[in-house]
């Protein structure tokens, strides 16, 4: 299996999966005018497509993609319903789609029926988690309907999975990302020189995704929470401090940046 992605709209990325016999799965197509032109260009069939929550920069491409593919798959959580879903799924639970084994994760937070999709099949690979909106480079979705409490649950079960997992996530958000765990992480070495790296690839014009959850481990403030020095910047000087109480201030924090 290959991997592909695509910018669209105004900083989102459709991943393509691309199987043998160029044959594809579709993640989060929230326009189809540059995901025909990929799929033509790489002379690729679309199998199926997954959506990992409701919002229109995720599924916005899922009509005229069927239109022109009728027999495509949409698989979906119940929010997404309104998108053409021809095979509703609830997290957790496993999908087999197209012969590949597919874990679905249920990450509220962002929206309250927000699912993550994740591969482990498809060795030598590293396994590949497509999280939509929840979890990003350096950084977090926003809370639209959850709760900091829920999105930070959701987050300790992303961040449990492998360590070498391939993180898909759905936006370019990185750099800007960066700027903020540069202000409340201040004393973690390992910001510098990913900054350095993103800014080069992205002056580049190059993705800085996807990226493996060992280094969202280390440079991902969201991830961090349980760190003295973080906990700290943010006000939290008594012990005990709980994670998911500097999780919400830090999200507050963001959200006011
Ligand atoms: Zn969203």
């Known amino acids: 299996m290959q991997l592909l992605n695509i910018p669209a709209l105004k900083d989102n990325y459709i991943w393509i999966l691309v199987l043998p016999h160029r044959r594809a799965i579709l993640i989060d197509p929230g326009d189809a005018l540059p995901v ?94 497509f999280c939509g909106d929840t979890l990003f480079s350096a950084g977090c979705g926003r809370l639209f309907e959850g709760s900091a409490q829920q999105l930070f649950q959701s987050l300790q079960q992303l961040v449990a999975l492998p360590a070498n997992t391939q993180l898909c996530c759905a936006h370019e958000y990185t750099l800007e990302n960066l700027r903020f765990a540069r202000v409340v992480d201040e004393s973690n070495p390992f910001l510098p020189p990913y900054q350095q790296k993103i800014a080069s690839l992205r002056a580049q014009g190059l993705p800085s995704l996807p990226t493996s959850l060992h280094t969202q481990r280390l440079i991902n403030p969201f991830l961090r929470c349980h760190h003295p020095a973080l906990q700290q910047r943010l006000g939290f000087t008594q012990p005990p401090v709980s994670p998911s109480a500097v999780f919400a201030e830090l999200r507050r924090w963001k959200d006011q940046f």
């Not at 496993?94 to 482990?120: F, K, R």
């Open 36 to 129: 025909l032109q990929c799929l033509q260009t790489y002379r690729l069939t679309p199998m199926a497509t997954l959506l990992t929550h409701h919002h229109a920069d995720h599924t916005d491409g899922v009509r005229a993609l069927k239109a022109t593919y009728p027999s495509l798959a949409i698989y979906g959580p119940p929010e997404t319903c309104r998108s053409g879903v021809t095979h509703p799924i609830h997290g957790p639970s496993t999908l087999t789609v197209c012969g590949v084994t597919v874990q679905v994760l249920a990450v509220p937070g962002h929206t309250l029926g927000h699912v993550a999709y994740y591969l482990s099949q498809g060795a030598p690979h590293n396994p590949w988690l």
